[in-house]
């Protein structure tokens, strides 16, 4: 999740859920809408779907893609495995699941942020869930493919969280 709060967004997946699943609908109610990072915010049609040790993602086609699969495949050798899933990883996610809080829309909406291992690294808010030399490394490539690392947001780190830096 972004550093729009995962409790809140599994919150409103659960209920979301519970209404039998009209909120996800294929039309993308805010097309014209951008999430935070500039990128417009997209239908689940629209990504792309590819998927690393097992796991799948959801991104938008493009340079997000082959920046998100870049890392996500160097972290999964590199850092440790993303195999665990069952929601332990996350991808795009309808924008109407990650409304705007109080500045704008979550770069999950336009499939240009991804989770990984959200169970060992705790989502919002936790840091030091990697070790230094981990975080070093995480930083160094995120900033090598024109990503950002929310490892290293200071107000509320975030640090299963990588995205798109800003257009
Ligand atoms: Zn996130």
Redesign the pocket.
Known sequence: ??KFG?RSFVATMVAAAGVGGTVLCSAPAHAAELSQNGFPLISQDQTVEWSVNGVTFWTAPGAPTEKLQAFVTWFDAAIEPVSLGNGDD?SWAEPALVPPSNVSY?N?GSGT???LNLERHAGQGASGTFTPEQASAIAAKAAELGLVW?GSWTDIP?E??I?LAHL
């Open positions: 999740m972004s995962m996350w979550s999950h942020a991804i989770d929310g975030d299963p969280h995205e």
